[in-house]
């Protein structure tokens, strides 16, 4: 139990030197929020499970908050040992979830095609599989909107809040006011377990996201559970908030002016030392190369900037 409300539990676990958090909601039924790592349920839930007396048996849906391998790569194992467990995901995610190759697809080739440097990574790889799963079924395919009865009291409900991926689902729980909600909003950057910041925020349309955290802003919820932070709760929930949308800002804000200053085309090869400078995050380089093509299309779009292939290369420059 998290110490915040009796109720929802936090599944602690670490990756690579960060939190790894999945959750565990309980009343007449109980829904489990992200499945983690391939091997988190055997190392980190079923063990959890047994020390409150709760069998796997008696989680009714697992939601999986979004396509990235540390929200589902435990899907198989959950479905191994409870296969009555309904697995839900939504639409826009939903097949990078239940497919390796889609997910290289969607998260490798088509982000490489942008200049993003990118891990060399097949669906076959015993690396990738040890940490993404087995290849397991969408059982609930949804829209967001839709309603779970926990009890005759407690509904929550599935809500589409994308940006980070273009499928992210969040959780709430009104009467409460407790929004899970994954990767969808991420402050100014992930932390190490002490802390210190060692990744970007990253997502893939910043209009999206930014839509994203004010809807939370009108929530209000009382509690957020993220997945690389602890629990956040009451005044802590709207200064996280702030500084999401704060970063966003400032960061788009840094990049126009990098641009401006430039005298020739830049690849985001190019700007992603400069961000790594500028943000004091180190490496990192995929997910600074996805944060610097969000903004970078965002310019496209409202025709702020122009992009350009040269020897395969995409290139951006400021509009005059």
């Not at 889609?102 to 490489?112: D, N």
């Not at 990574?121 to 940490?131: G, T």
């Not at 690389?228 to 990049?255: C, G, K, N, Q």
């Not at 380089?285 to 996805?290: A, F, I, N, R």
Request: charged share 20%; aromatic share 10%.
């Amino acid at each position: 139990m998290n110490g915040l409300l009796p109720n929802i539990h936090t599944i602690q676990s670490a990756f690579d030197g960060r939190l790894l958090n999945t959750y565990l909601f309980i009343d007449d039924k109980a829904i489990l929020i992200d499945s983690g790592l391939a091997y988190t349920p055997e190392e980190t839930i079923f063990p959890y499970l047994k020390k409150i007396y709760l069998p796997v048996e008696k989680i009714d849906w697992l939601v999986v908050t979004h396509a990235s391998g540390d929200h589902y790569g435990g899907n198989g194992a959950i479905k191994r040992r409870a296969p009555h467990i309904k697995i839900i995901a939504h639409s826009q995610d939903a097949l990078a979830i239940a497919s390796h190759d889609q997910f290289i697809r969607e998260h490798i080739t088509a982000l490489k095609d942008y200049g993003i440097p990118v891990p060399a990574i097949q669906a076959d790889d015993r690396s990738f599989l040890d940490l993404n799963g087995v290849e397991t079924a969408i059982d609930w395919v949804v829209q967001g909107g839709e309603k779970i009865k926990l009890s005759a009291n407690s509904p929550v409900a599935l809500i589409h809040v994308p940006g980070h991926t273009p499928g992210h689902l969040a959780v709430y729980e009104p009467i409460q006011g407790a929004l899970f909600c994954g990767d969808a909003i991420m402050g100014r950057g992930i932390p190490d377990i002490s802390g210190r910041l060692v990744m970007p925020p990253h997502y893939f349309d910043v209009h999206q996201y930014l839509s994203t955290i004010s809807l939370a802003l009108l929530l209000k919820p009382q509690y957020i559970f993220l997945t690389h932070y602890p629990p956040i709760a009451h005044h802590d929930v709207m200064a996280f908030l702030d500084s999401s949308r704060t970063f966003v800002l400032e960061f788009h804000a840094l990049l126009m002016d990098f641009l401006r200053k430039s005298r020739k085309p830049l690849s985001i090869i190019d700007i992603i030392p400069f961000a790594q400078k500028s943000l004091e995050i180190p490496d990192s380089e995929y997910q600074y190369g996805l944060l610097i093509r969000a903004h970078l299309q965002m310019l496209v779009d409202f025709g702020q900037a122009s992009m350009n292939i040269m020897n395969g290369v995409p290139y951006w420059t400021l509009a005059e």
